[in-house]
């Protein structure tokens, strides 16, 4: 039979190892196929002369070398899971047998390569501080108004509002719904967000349902993160894509793996606000039992004071002056009843006198002040002839300087007032002034 040969003599046909392996190298390299498959594998390190990498797909990997020229030249930056589609040739390495795939071009794919944008703006937003933990604000407890801006029709709306329903009823929920898939999404979400806030809310959800990498791509978008790290109350969001992080949940204020979890994230469970309320009642009871203890001993040495334990203490002092003042008075009507009625009389009589001298001494003051007071009065002036004159303000001319031709003069004399008025005025060393 064709192909079978004894063991004892080799056939005059069979190739050596070396001639195979040629034939093999030959055939290999005899022509140049397009592959594309996911990176699992990389090996970039300085000194090397080549990249390393390793593509596979559900069944099988395939090691590649791309010469570093090629690959500094092709612009992609290999990483472990991006789609890449490469171009080369197989090669193979004769005297250990081991193939590779000698890559001359490379390119990201599908995935591959919004990944590597998304990646990119990571980089470059994370280097502007949106994603650093200090920026992120803390997530109200119970915040009275809940912002939500989602699909209208999706499951996550839904989801959202039983969660706060069932968890925390009482607050306001204010739903902006807005598209959260194409190519104008994005914008829409800003929309909603702004809308939200300006109503009021405290905190705002961005949720969405799962969907592929491409589906979510909007809440990969620059100007909504800018949108989110600038929004005036805090962002949870609930983007149901695991392991993926979107943008949109780097920048946040909170990450929630689902809507339902960023729900449960802005609103007490019913447990959660039992146990407050627990702790805020015994600390409550805590302090009034403590305020009625300290009262209670605050009165307990109160009782103990004397005037307390006896009523009178509080008139002690005040019957000591009356005993005394008693006393003194009992002494002195004791002395003026041992007098004789003469001796009393001498002493009334004493009394009227002295009253008497006081009176005289007094009324001789006031009269010696009325007799200044008239040599004063400008009337005692008027009456032995002079006149006072007012201008239309009231005031007293003492100088022509304040009178003006054809101005309102009063004069007072000794028996009433004479009204003028100025026609002329004349100096100091004139006989008489004009007047009319």
């Known amino acids: 039979m064709s192909g079978l ?20 190298k030959t055939a290999l390299e005899s022509f140049t196929v397009k592959i594309v498959g996911e990176v699992s594998e990389v090996s ?29 030249a092709s612009g992609v930056r290999l990483q472990v899971g ?27 794919a599908g995935q591959g390569d919004l990944r590597i944008r998304v990646a990119n703006l990571a980089r470059k937003l994370e280097a502007e501080g949106l994603m650093a933990r200090e920026r992120k604000r803390p997530i109200p ?27 925390f009823p009482i607050a306001d929920v204010l739903v902006a719904g807005v598209p959260v898939e194409g190519e104008r999404a994005a914008s829409y979400i800003i929309q909603g967000i702004g809308a939200v806030a300006s109503a009021g809310a405290e905190v705002v959800l961005v949720v969405r349902g799962g969907g592929s990498y491409e589906d979510l791509m909007p809440f990969n978008d620059e100007q909504l993160a800018r949108a989110i790290a600038s929004c005036p109350v805090p962002i949870v969001t609930g983007i149901g894509h695991e392991p993926d992080n979107s943008i949109a949940d780097m920048v946040s204020d909170f990450r929630a793996s689902t809507p339902t979890a960023a729900a449960e994230t802005v609103s007490p469970s019913g447990e959660y606000l039992k146990n407050a309320f627990d702790i805020r009642s015994k600390a409550l009871s805590d302090r009034v039992s403590s305020r009625i203890e300290f009262a209670a001993a605050h009165l307990a040495r109160v009782e103990t004071r004397p005037v307390f334990l006896d009523s009178m203490q509080l008139f002690a002092g005040d019957a000591l002056s009356i005993d ?38 007094r009324e001789r003051e006031v009269a010696l002040a009325a007799a200044r007071l008239n040599d004063l009065s400008p009337l005692s002036v008027i009456a032995r002839g002079y006149s006072i004159t007012r201008n239309a303000a009231g005031s007293i001319v003492r100088s022509i300087a304040q009178v003006e031709p054809g101005e309102r003069l009063e004069v007072s004399v000794s028996d009433g007032i004479v009204e003028c008025e100025t026609v002329g005025i004349a100096g100091s060393d004139a006989r008489k002034a004009a007047v009319g």
């Open 44 to 72: 970039v390190k300085p000194g090397y002369k080549a990249a390393y990498f390793t593509i596979k797909d559900s069944k099988s990997a395939l090691p590649c070398m791309m010469w570093n020229n090629r690959y500094a």
């Open 324 to 361: 005394h003042f008693e006393n003194r008075l009992r002494i002195g009507l004791g002395k003026v009843a041992s007098r004789s009625e003469r001796e009393v009389e001498v002493a009334e009589n004493a009394i009227f006198r002295q009253g008497g001298n006081l009176l005289d001494r």
């Open 141 to 167: 407890k119970y915040p009275e108004r809940i912002g939500v801006v989602t699909s209208p029709r999706g499951a996550a709306v839904h989801d959202v509002m039983r969660t706060l329903r069932r968890r």
């Open 5 to 24: 040969h004894s063991a004892d003599a080799p056939s005059s046909d069979a190739l050596g190892v070396s001639e195979a392996m040629g034939l093999a």
């Open 82 to 108: 991006m789609l890449v589609e490469v171009v080369g040739r197989f090669t193979l390495y004769v005297a250990k047998g081991r193939m590779n795939f000698d890559v001359s071009h490379i390119q990201a």
